[in-house]
């Protein structure tokens, strides 16, 4: 998500428009930052083998996810 934030393109039409853009991106990745003392998941499901493969596991995260 850092990665991703960091190479946004900004195609603001203006000055202005351009720095706030800029800025917004740069605390956004500030707020991505992993902070050691926080969890990086709070939730996790345990799927039965009638939902689905036996053993499937998902983490709920504070964060949101982007994989398939």
């Known amino acids: 998500m850092q990665q991703r934030t960091g190479s946004l393109d900004i195609p603001a039409s203006d000055h202005v428009s351009t720095q706030y853009l800029k800025a917004t991106l ?8 992993d902070d050691s003392e926080i969890a990086l ?22 964060r949101h996810v982007t994989d398939a």
Not at 41 to 55: N, Q, T
């Open 41 to 62: 998941f709070f939730g996790r499901l345990d799927y039965l083998p009638e939902a689905g493969p036996c053993g499937t596991r998902f983490y709920i995260g504070r």
């Open 26 to 33: 740069y605390w956004r990745a500030k707020a991505l930052q």
